[in-house]
């Protein structure tokens, strides 16, 4: 008989938490052991077993959590937002000491939004301007999104690599945060709406044209399959891994 794969759940009481809860239930060759809330020990995670933990929480608990698994010996597939630069680089070192276990952060499990970002990082280079729109739910806590934030390293990354001149901007003295936030020198703006879920918006123009790569999750549904796919590939990806695209081979689409 297969061996059933034990996981864990943190912040299985929420929007997200309560999806992957079911989504692990109803998968074949997983098993969920522990679902916790922000009032539980996290210790139910060792005593049952668990191999892979899912965080589903805050920015403020993601850290505390991931180590906590790390060093226990357990895998982390992790979809909260709120790690900057400064905690993955901290996360990487915790790693270096347990070598073997593998943690993904993943801004986005909706593959159509990974590939919107791969999308945006690739156009990048080739316009004069890019600005990113996120559009969420009004009981998000976090702003911008942990995606947008995301797109605009890597769009900022692709431009600075490719020699591209800062996009112009003529205002003098705006309204605070009237352009938006700005990450890495790329504009970025929030709008939280009644009626909306997850969506976010790429703008990049030049003279005379604008593409724009826009992708909706309508419904908690557009990220479970990117978190069983992360559960199920995390243990043969050692080390830290930001973002999906680090388990697809964007080319031919499959999970590597
Ligand atoms: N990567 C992706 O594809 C996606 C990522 N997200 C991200 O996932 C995170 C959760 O989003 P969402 O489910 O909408 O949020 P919710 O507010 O619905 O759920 C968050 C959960 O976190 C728990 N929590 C709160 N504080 C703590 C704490 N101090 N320690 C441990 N757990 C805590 C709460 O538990 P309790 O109910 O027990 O108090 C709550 O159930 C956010 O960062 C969001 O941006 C969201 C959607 C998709
Ligand atoms: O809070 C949400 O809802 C979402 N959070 C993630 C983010 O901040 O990017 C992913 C998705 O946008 C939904």
Do not use: C
């Not at 864990?8 to 239930?25: E, K």
């Not at 004069?128 to 942990?146: F, N, Q, T, W, Y």
Request: aromatic fraction near 4%.
């Amino acid at each position: 008989m297969t061996e059933l794969m034990p996981v864990g759940v943190l912040g299985a009481r929420g929007r997200m938490g309560a999806a992957a809860v079911a989504a692990i239930r109803a998968a074949p060759g997983l098993e969920l052991v522990a679902a916790l809330g922000s009032s539980d020990p996290l210790d139910p995670l060792v005593s049952a077993g668990a191999r892979v933990v899912v965080d589903l929480t805050v920015p403020d608990a993601t850290y505390d959590n991931v180590v906590f698994a790390v060093r226990h010996g357990m895998h982390a597939v992790v979809g909260t937002t709120g790690w900057t630069p400064e905690r993955l680089e901290q996360l990487s070192a915790v790693l270096v000491e347990a070598p073997g276990t593998g943690v993904l952060i993943a801004p986005n499990f909706a593959l159509g939004s990974v590939l919107a970002t791969a999308f945006a990082a690739t156009a990048a280079r080739y316009f004069e301007s890019v600005e990113i729109v996120e559009l969420h739910h009004p009981d998000k806590i976090d702003a911008p999104s942990g995606t947008a934030a995301r797109t605009a390293r890597l769009v900022a990354a692709a431009r600075s690599a490719a020699g591209v001149p800062e996009a112009p901007d003529a205002t003098r003295d705006p309204l605070d945060g009237a352009r938006g936030a700005t990450i890495d020198g790329i504009p970025v703006h929030s709008v939280r709406l009644r009626g909306l879920t997850a969506h976010q918006e790429v703008l990049l123009g030049s003279p005379g044209e604008l593409l724009t790569l826009r992708h909706d999750s309508f419904d908690h549904a557009s990220f479970m399959p990117g978190v069983l796919l992360g559960i199920r590939s995390v243990a043969e990806h050692p080390g830290l891994t930001v973002g999906l695209d680090g388990y697809l081979d964007l080319q031919t689409g499959a999970a590597s």
